[in-house]
């Protein structure tokens, strides 16, 4: 080959290494820069523009003195009487840091540094993440929110920020990639729907019906476990054993519900001072109160698979039904308290804030797998029992009233099962249209089911009746009976007293009454005439 062609496919072999080299260096460059809605950013730059947005989207429906720029990372303080003059939004500093919070109370300083800490993080995220994808809305910063590389037209969520005022973290924000792969716009910038985040109105509303529902089931379920317990004849039969069992989880849930929802829930959304709710504040108290909401919680979808699996045992094996309760015992109780601890273990060492209110990472998982098993089993059991009941029917095809026994038999035995908790496993967001509804309708039917469970099962059911009926029967003779005895008892006291005067009153001669009737002047002779003064 010719020098002179080596020399030229030589400097072209450069080139190209050096064209690779240059987009390395680009990229790795870019690498090392955060997204926000202002653009990338160094790390420094980034956490300085962030703080002051932060200070701006937190504050400046207040009224405060101090106002953030898209052209300079600082905040901009402005007086009457002197010039314009800038402010470092560092929290790293503490001469800033002190000049700008002492334009704040000091819950929304720790607010405001909370957002600057969760801006800092969301930067270290971006940097350890690979590289942005072509297509994909890239990671970024929104002002009080991260959110990672998502794939065009999808929908992401994000748990409320605990440094809005009167958000809760099972409230989500709402992020669209659209089609192009860019991030929905509105005014002209990445838009993120927070307006779930700030409607507390509503909140409190749910929150309102949520405890009304939790009070109607307690209202029933409180007596129907004091019937259950009264009458030995029905305390001996498993199967109220088993609703006993069950009446109890969905009272102490209901009552955790409660108490939540009054004690936390509540508190968080009626309190414009972040720092000082419960939630905030983390206490033990408040950990304890969601381990107890968790585990009774568990132990509801336990109970159902238990109250299902015998009966199911119950009709498919009518010669051998289940003896002894103690394994379901151990079971229904068992269980949720083995991934409540789990999940409140994995808690406290890894996400230990805001009572494990926030979603961290795929945790719920260790209690929602169990709780689906247990509803999908419930759903075959009650396929099954529909199966063998129609099976039944065919023996006697004329008979209509066997087909009714069987709609209603069907019909009883959802809320027992828990098969109508499938309309709640897909909840729609409360940004979607109707999301804030859905929520109010999956509210009613979760904290409703005690409400039907006790009616059914204990107020309408014929045995139990009968036995109220004979209580109350007896209980009014005997009122009666006593009665009648207290009335008797008086009256013979009465007439003995009588008597007793009668006879110890002293007999009064004839001429003695006739001496009284004169001193009365009321004698007169047996002739009929006067007698003269």
Request: include cysteine; hydrophobic fraction near 40%; aromatic fraction near 12%.
């Amino acid at each position: 080959m010719p020098r002179k062609r080596i020399m030229t496919v030589g400097v072209e072999y450069t080139s190209f290494l050096l064209s690779i080299m240059f987009v390395s260096l680009t990229s790795t460059l870019a690498n090392k820069k955060c997204h926000s809605r202002l653009g990338y950013h160094d790390p420094a730059t980034f956490d300085l523009y962030s703080c002051a947005w932060c200070y701006d989207f937190l504050f400046s429906v207040n009224g405060k003195t101090l106002s953030a720029s898209i052209h300079e990372p600082y905040l901009r303080e402005t007086d009457q009487t002197i010039a314009d003059y800038y402010l470092v939004p560092d929290i790293t500093d503490n001469g800033n840091f002190s000049r700008i919070c002492s334009t704040l109370t000091n819950d929304e300083c720790k607010r405001w540094h909370a957002c600057c800490m969760n801006a800092h993080d969301c930067c270290g995220r971006q940097l350890s993440a690979p590289p942005v994808t072509n297509g994909t809305c890239a990671r970024t910063w929104d002002g009080w929110g991260c959110w990672d590389d998502t794939p065009p037209s999808t929908s992401v969520y994000l748990s409320c920020p605990a440094y809005i005022s009167f958000s809760i973290p099972t409230i989500q924000a709402e992020k669209t990639c659209v089609s192009d792969g860019t991030w929905q716009i509105r005014d002209g910038q990445p838009w993120t729907n927070y307006q779930p985040c700030l409607n507390f109105h509503e909140l409190k509303t749910s929150v309102y019906i949520g405890i009304a529902c939790s009070a109607s089931s307690i209202s029933l379920l409180f007596p129907a476990l004091i019937i259950f317990l009264k009458y030995n004849s029905l305390r001996k039969q498993c199967r109220i054993r088993l609703h006993i069992h069950f009446f109890l989880a969905l009272l102490l849930k209901e009552i955790a519900s409660v108490l939540w929802g009054v004690l936390v829930t509540y508190d968080k959304l009626s309190n414009d001072s972040v720092y000082t709710t419960t939630l905030a504040q983390n206490t033990h108290w408040c950990k304890v109160l969601s381990f107890c909401k968790m585990f009774m919680k568990c132990s509801t979808y336990s109970w159902m698979f238990c109250e299902g699996f015998y009966l199911h045992q119950l009709l498919s094996n009518a010669f051998s039904p289940p003896r002894s309760l103690i394994c379901i015992s151990v079971f229904g109780w068992g269980i949720p308290l083995l991934s409540a601890s789990l999940y409140s273990l994995v808690r406290v060492i890894y996400s230990d804030e805001s009572c494990w209110t926030i979603y961290f990472q795929y945790t719920e998982w260790i209690m929602y797998t169990p709780n689906l098993v247990f509803i999908v089993a419930n759903l075959l059991f009650l396929c099954n029992i529909v199966r063998i009941l129609l099976t039944q029917m065919q023996s006697h095809p004329n008979e209509p009233s066997n087909f009714r026994r069987a709609v209603k038999a069907t019909f009883v035995l959802i809320p027992l099962f828990g098969v109508h908790l499938f309309v709640t496993i897909y909840r729609i967001p409360i940004s979607k249209t109707g999301g804030m509804e859905y929520e109010r309708f999956t509210i009613c039917i979760d904290n409703l089911q005690g409400f039907f469970v006790a009616l059914i099962f204990c107020f309408l059911n014929n045995e139990v009746n009968g036995k109220l009926r004979r209580t109350w029967r007896r209980q009014v003779s005997e009122r009666f009976t006593s009665r009648n005895r207290r009335m008797t008892l008086t009256l013979n006291q009465t007439m003995s007293l009588r008597s007793d005067i009668e006879f110890k009153s002293p007999k009064i001669s004839r001429k003695d009454e006739e001496r009284t009737s004169i001193v009365n002047g009321d004698h007169k002779r047996s002739d009929n005439s006067v007698v003269d003064v």
